[in-house]
Nanobody, 119 residues
Framework: QLVASGGGLVQAGGSLRLSCAAS????????VGWFRQAPGKEREFVSA??????MTEDADSVKGRFAISRNQVEVSLQMNSLKPEDTAVYYC????????????????WGQGTQVTVSS
């Protein structure tokens, strides 16, 4: 099971740091991705990191603002310069098919954490 945490309410231009940890699993052997879903919209890719941490990929909408990183027990998503359009429920996911933008490559999902950015 994956546990996502760190969400909250922040003003535009502010920062948040999300964390994703796995309970009862060897987390470092998984590729991990972050996705988000806003009300009435489809789930979209945000960022991903390979199991060794050597490869990362970010959505164009967050490049230069968000940074994904990991250690052996958790994956973090540092979110800076937040915008109201970043408001969504953020989900972390783990899989072994490579860091991917496609949700089908991930078979473990966390419960989501709400991020709300006020203008």
């Amino acid at each position: 099971q994956l546990v996502a945490s760190g969400g909250g309410l922040v003003q535009a231009g502010g920062s948040l740091r999300l964390s994703c940890a796995a309970s009862g699993r060897t987390f470092y052997s998984y590729d991990v991705g972050w996705f988000r879903q806003a009300p009435g919209k489809e789930r979209e890719f945000v960022s991903a990191i390979s199991r060794g941490g050597f490869m990362t990929e970010d959505a164009d909408s967050v490049k230069g603002r968000f940074a994904i990183s990991r250690n052996q027990v958790e994956v973090s998503l540092q979110m800076n310069s937040l915008k109201p359009e970043d408001t969504a429920v953020y989900y972390c996911a783990a899989g072994v098919g490579g860091p991917s933008k496609d949700t089908r490559y991930y078979n473990l999902w966390g419960q989501g954490t709400q991020v709300t950015v006020s203008s």
